[in-house]
C-alpha cells in the first residue's frame, strides 16, 4: 500500500491484530510500518476467534518481544499510542519511525 492513502478501512484490523497480542501479554516492543505486511491473496489462515474475521495483516520481527505481567488494557494503550502515531504519519505522507 503507497504510504499517503487514507487508511480507514485498515485500522480497525491493525488494532485488533495487536489486542490479540496483548490478550496473550505480548509486547511487540518494535511498532513500525515495515513490520505489518499485507496477508496474501492466497491466506489460509483461520478465522480469528475474537472478532470473527480473517485479519488482512501481518505482524512480524518479534526478537524485541516480550512477554508481560500488565494486563491486556494496559498493552493495548500503549499500543495504540504508537499504532496511532505510525498510522497518521502514513496518512500525511511519510514513514514515522518510533525510535527517530
Known amino acids: 500500500m503507497p504510504i499517503g492513502v487514507p487508511l480507514d478501512a485498515f485500522k480497525p484490523d491493525f488494532r485488533e491484530i495487536y ?3 496483548g490478550r496473550f501479554g505480548i509486547e511487540h516492543i518494535d511498532i513500525r510500518w515495515r513490520n505489518i505486511l499485507v496477508a496474501p491473496a492466497t491466506d489460509q489462515s483461520i478465522v480469528c476467534p475474537y472478532h470473527g474475521h480473517k485479519h488482512q495483516w501481518r505482524v512480524v520481527d518479534f526478537d524485541l518481544s516480550r512477554k508481560s505481567n500488565h494486563l491486556h488494557s494496559g498493552i493495548e494503550t ?6 496511532q502515531t505510525i498510522l497518521d504519519g502514513l496518512e500525511e505522507g511519510y514513514v ?5
Open 19 to 21: 489486542s490479540d497480542m
Open 96 to 100: 514515522v519511525e518510533p525510535w527517530d
Open 78 to 83: 500503549a499500543v495504540n499510542g504508537w499504532l
